[in-house]
């Protein structure tokens, strides 16, 4: 009986959860299913970290073919020796957690996009981000862009959740959180931009003040780690994980193309995305009044994509750098989560739009087809997606001019190219319907309620 009843407990509370989430749910399925059927690839970048990966499980440090410790720091290679001993050291397995990770930050974007705009808008933001043909493709390669993204992700989340709460307690579980995103890739100090944003902006409405013991609260945690790694394990210098070899032992660049970084997002991400980002920034702007709360987190987003846009500028122009250059794909990768945001939040845009019509002015009608326009960007962005995944099967050039390219080759086969492109829209519609399910259940019940009132009389 005791048994039986913790059953029904067990089962209740999954129950709930299923209920709550359900959307998300289905956003994940369909994430999935797009990543699974689209192959497993391979370049030379994650060749050297597999091998480093492989070297933690025979070695027991990540060593690469030069004899050396890899240039990156180690955890994302610790977290794959586990598997590796569980299932076996192969390219595959190691790529089934990149894509475990992956689906994370699909869940992650969903967490950041409610704890700022609200469940509508993170709801569509990870579906886009779990579709794009650029967190796909990172997600199908054994770099550890994604496991560094995963803990960036988190450390933000969690971060926001510290500020807004003035909770010292959650700004160290993010220092921790973010110490651990540290020591798998240097890029995650690029989510200390909107974190930094977040608390500029709202300095006057909560109690979180950046104190010199707010600092060192969420930045000790990192500095131990670094001590840990750096100088007791791999006896190198303290600050090595700012040390990439990108800089430290640059390749030059002489004549980069000027349009370098919009060739690179709208061929990762697709002109559709950017197309709704750009309207969604512009309706907060026009209708600021409406959207005055709206207008700061769009601040956000866009000053985060400016930093990161901005520095890899700075290091083609400025230093004259090839690696940013050429691997612009993976240096953007991080500003990738707020173009879905900002343009997600057209969602929640548009049930502020049409609730602010006055019925009087017949200026107001104009709402209604901003709104459906806002939408209409949104799936167009979606199906662009696909058509990219469906085209580029086998090897995938995202060119910076006409000589440059950061490739990708397959690694594994795909499914045959019919179920390839049948499962791809079994995912779009599957991601689509959970998205829109509550507004269809809202449109039956109001049908039903008009027949059920027609019929009575």
């Known amino acids: 009986m005791l048994l039986l009843g913790s059953f029904e407990v067990e089962w209740k509370s999954f129950r709930d959860l299923l209920g709550a989430h359900f959307q998300l749910i289905g956003v994940l399925l369909g994430a999935l299913l797009v990543a699974v059927s689209t192959g497993t690839y391979i370049n030379w970048d994650s060749q050297l970290e597999f091998e480093a ?22 955890l994302g290679f610790y977290m794959d020796a586990p598997v590796f001993q569980a299932f076996g050291l192969s390219y595959l397995n190691g790529v089934s957690l990149i894509t475990a990770f992956g689906l994370g930050c699909v869940v992650l ?18 579906a886009l981000f ?21 803990f960036s992700l988190l450390f933000l989340t969690v971060g926001v959740l510290a500020v807004r709460k003035n909770s ?9 959180v973010f110490s651990l995103a540290l020591l798998t890739k240097l890029f995650a100090v690029f989510m200390l931009v909107p974190l930094l944003l977040i608390i500029y902006l709202k300095r006057k409405e909560g109690g979180f003040k950046l104190t010199l013991r707010n600092a060192l609260i969420f930045l000790v945690p990192s500095f131990v780690l670094q001590a840990v790694w750096f100088v007791g394990f791999a006896s190198q210098n303290f600050f090595g994980v700012y040390l990439s070899s990108d800089f430290t032992h640059p390749v030059l660049v002489a004549d980069p193309s000027l349009l370098f970084l919009p060739i690179i997002l709208v061929k990762s991400a697709g002109w559709f995305l950017f197309a709704a980002g750009l309207f969604s920034l512009a309706l907060s702007v026009f209708y600021r009044k409406v959207f005055a709360r709206i207008l700061r987190l769009d601040a956000v987003c866009v000053g985060t994509i400016a930093a990161v846009a901005g520095l890899d500028l700075l290091f083609v122009f400025g230093f004259h750098l090839t690696v940013p250059y050429v691997s612009a794909f993976k240096y953007n990768y991080v500003a990738l989560p707020f173009f879905c945001l900002l343009a997600a939040s057209l969602a929640d845009k548009g049930g502020l739009l049409i609730a602010s019509i006055e019925s009087k002015r017949k200026i107001g009608l104009i709402k209604p087809f901003l709104v459906g326009l806002g939408l209409v960007l949104l799936f167009a962005s979606m199906l662009e997606s696909l058509a990219f995944l469906n085209k580029w099967v086998g090897f995938v050039a995202f060119g910076v ?5 950061y490739p990708f080759d397959v690694f594994s086969s795909p499914m045959e190219s019919g179920y390839f492109e049948v499962f791809h829209y079994a995912a779009i519609v599957l991601v689509v319907f959970s998205v829109a399910l509550p507004l269809l259940v809202r449109g039956l019940k109001k049908s039903f309620d008009w027949l059920s009132t027609v019929l009575s009389k």
């Open 53 to 74: 990966a492989s070297s933690v499980v025979t070695r027991g440090f990540p060593f690469v073919t030069t004899g050396l410790m890899i240039n990156q720091p180690p």
């Open 109 to 126: 974007v969903y967490a950041l996009g409610c704890v700022l705009y609200g469940k509508r808008t993170g709801l569509v933001a990870a």
């Open 130 to 150: 779990g579709v794009v043909p650029w967190h796909v493709y990172m997600s199908r390669i054994f770099l550890i862009d994604s496991q560094s993204l995963f």
């Open 168 to 176: 010292q307690k959650l700004l160290l579980v993010s220092g921790i």
């Open 401 to 405: 001019d006409s000589v440059t390219y």
